[in-house]
């Protein structure tokens, strides 16, 4: 087994190993390939910390580091760092090669001065390289509540203290979000490679339509593409056919799912008042595709 830093000659291997790795795992399909293909040309990539692992002479694995920054309530900016994707082949995953390259990873990092790394993924795995859930330590996920103890969001810090106290919310830099700032850039690349089936899984993150909200469970939720195929972005009732069922702001789309509160009480056994559930969803509704705005 060897680890060595990424070269030019590895980018299409790597990405199509990432793609192998990720594929129906966090969600139907995957665009961890996307973002490695756009980050290498991004000002925050770390190329000191972009490794693969390779077993008799193959590329079986691969991580990247990257910059990323906190926010704090008094609009202090922290320096932070974050990782990912970090893809193992399939055939060699449950053997312990992702936590030897992710440890060797991490000792890099604390050799480039990293104080602070904040991901998301699974805590089952994570948690046996140091990670702990990122709200433990006062740092918040800008895409939930800030109360909420978001157990996919997780954090290290490399410099003992580096925080020093202070509480602050993450912000996912902002070119994880390549495929859906450029879905048709997205589409032309996907298409480069071999047609893989899409599906649900049970150990997915949640999925949620672009546009609504509306959780997305099983392809009956979704709505269909302009070629009868599924959309696995939006659920049936915001997507038919390729296109939206009807054009309206971001406000009048939160006006609409308004609508639905006593049933969000009624599954979620709250009481969110209307002004509450109405500011959960302006926090939530720029992060889906539909809505967001794409960032520098």
Same mark, same amino acid.
């Not at 790394?117 to 895409?143: D, N, P, Q, W």
């Not at 150990?203 to 195929?229: K, N, R």
């Given at each position: 087994?060897?680890?060595?830093?990424?070269?030019?000659?590895?980018?299409?291997?790597?990405?199509?190993?990432?793609?192998?790795?990720?594929?129906?795992?966090?969600?139907?399909?995957?665009?961890?390939?996307?973002?490695?293909?756009?980050?290498?040309?991004?000002?925050?990539?770390?190329?000191?910390?972009?490794?693969?692992?390779?077993? %008799?002479? !193959?590329?079986?694995?691969?991580?990247?580091?990257?910059?990323?920054?906190?926010?704090?309530?008094?609009?202090?900016?922290?320096?932070?760092?974050?990782?990912?994707? *970090?893809?193992?082949?399939?055939? +060699?995953?449950?053997?312990?090669? &992702?936590? !030897?390259?992710?440890?060797?990873?991490?000792? #890099?990092?604390?050799?480039?001065? *990293? &104080?602070?790394?904040?991901?998301?993924?699974?805590?089952?795995?994570?948690? =046996?390289?140091?990670?702990?859930?990122?709200?433990?330590?006062?740092?918040?996920? =800008?895409?939930?509540?800030?109360?909420?103890?978001?157990?996919?969001?997780?954090?290290?810090?490399?410099?003992?203290? +580096?925080?020093?106290?202070?509480?602050?919310?993450? =912000?996912?830099?902002?070119?994880?979000?390549?495929? %859906?700032?450029?879905?048709?850039?997205?589409?032309?690349?996907?298409?480069?490679?071999?047609?893989?089936?899409?599906?649900?899984?049970?150990?997915?993150?949640?999925?949620?339509?672009?546009?609504? &909200?509306?959780?997305?469970?099983?392809?009956? %939720?979704?709505?269909?593409?302009?070629?009868?195929?599924?959309? +696995?972005?939006?659920?049936?009732?915001?997507?038919? #056919?390729?296109?939206?069922?009807?054009?309206?702001?971001?406000?009048?789309?939160?006006?609409?799912?308004?609508?639905?509160?006593?049933e969000f009480n009624r599954q979620s056994?709250?009481?969110?008042?209307?002004?509450?559930?109405?500011?959960?969803?302006?926090?939530?509704?720029?992060?889906?595709?539909?809505?967001?705005?794409?960032?520098?």
């Amino acid at each position: 087994m060897n680890i060595r830093l990424e070269t030019p000659q590895d980018y299409r291997e790597v990405e199509n190993l990432t793609r192998e790795a990720f594929w129906n795992v966090y969600r139907p399909g995957c665009t961890e390939h996307f973002v490695l293909n756009r980050y290498r040309n991004y000002p925050d990539f770390i190329p000191e910390l972009d490794f693969v692992m390779e077993e %008799d002479g !193959k590329i079986i694995g691969h991580v990247m580091y990257s910059k990323a920054w906190l926010l704090t309530d008094e609009g202090e900016k922290i320096q932070a760092w974050t990782f990912g994707p *970090i893809s193992i082949h399939p055939d +060699y995953k449950r053997k312990g090669y &992702g936590l !030897k390259l992710l440890c060797y990873s991490l000792e #890099k990092a604390r050799e480039q001065g *990293i &104080g602070l790394l904040c991901m998301e993924g699974k805590i089952g795995f994570y948690r =046996h390289a140091g990670f702990v859930v990122a709200s433990t330590l006062g740092i918040h996920y =800008h895409a939930e509540p800030r109360e909420a103890e978001v157990p996919y969001f997780l954090a290290q810090e490399l410099v003992p203290g +580096y925080l020093a106290g202070r509480e602050a919310t993450y =912000h996912t830099p902002p070119c994880y979000f390549s495929a %859906d700032d450029d879905p048709a850039g997205f589409a032309a690349y996907e298409a480069t490679f071999p047609p893989k089936e899409k599906a649900f899984a049970p150990e997915q993150l949640p999925q949620f339509c672009q546009s609504c &909200g509306m959780p997305l469970t099983s392809t009956d %939720d979704c709505g269909t593409e302009a070629d009868g195929s599924v959309s +696995y972005d939006y659920c049936r009732y915001c997507y038919q #056919k390729g296109a939206f069922t009807r054009e309206c702001t971001m406000d009048e789309m939160i006006d609409t799912c308004l609508q639905f509160l006593d049933e969000f009480n009624r599954q979620s056994g709250q009481q969110v008042t209307r002004e509450e559930y109405r500011g959960m969803m302006q926090g939530f509704f720029p992060i889906l595709k539909r809505w967001r705005q794409p960032k520098d």
